[in-house]
């Protein structure tokens, strides 16, 4: 991981992400075993302020985040597999059927070609 604390490879993620204008300002944290590190890069706003680890500002919903990270934390533990069915755990979500045509009525549908994964809600696909 490299640098004293073995995340110095944070800083650079963060500075690029600001220098490329993705963001304007960024505060992230990262934990491994005993070792953490909260690093700041860039300001509140396009020439504002500048951002610190201690920076407050909204967010909107932490629902997606929180879960992800409990999945991931599953699948880090070996409870959950990333790429098999979700069938077991969410059974709405299997035997499912799409649409053939996108454009066409809403009733012509088939089986879907294959089941959705922990990776595919992750990804959002």
Excluded: C, N, Y
């Excluded at 075993?33 to 680890?53: E, H, T």
């Excluded at 629902?63 to 991931?72: E, H, I, Q, Y």
Aim: a negative charge.
């Amino acid at each position: 991981m490299g640098g004293r604390d073995g995340f110095s490879w944070l800083d650079g993620i963060l500075e690029r992400a600001v220098r490329t204008g993705q963001v304007p300002g960024v505060v992230a944290g990262v934990e491994a075993g005993d070792a953490s590190r909260v690093a700041a890069a860039g300001s509140l706003a396009f020439g504002g302020a500048p951002m610190k680890r201690d920076t407050l500002f909204r967010i909107s919903s932490m629902t997606k985040p929180v879960t992800a990270v409990a999945v991931l934390a599953l699948a880090d533990h070996g409870v959950i597999d990333l790429d098999a069915p979700v069938d077991d755990l969410l059974p709405e979500l299997a035997e499912r059927r799409v649409l053939r045509d996108p454009a066409g009525p809403l009733g012509d549908t088939v089986p879907a070609e294959r089941p959705i994964t922990a990776r595919d809600l992750l990804q959002f696909t």
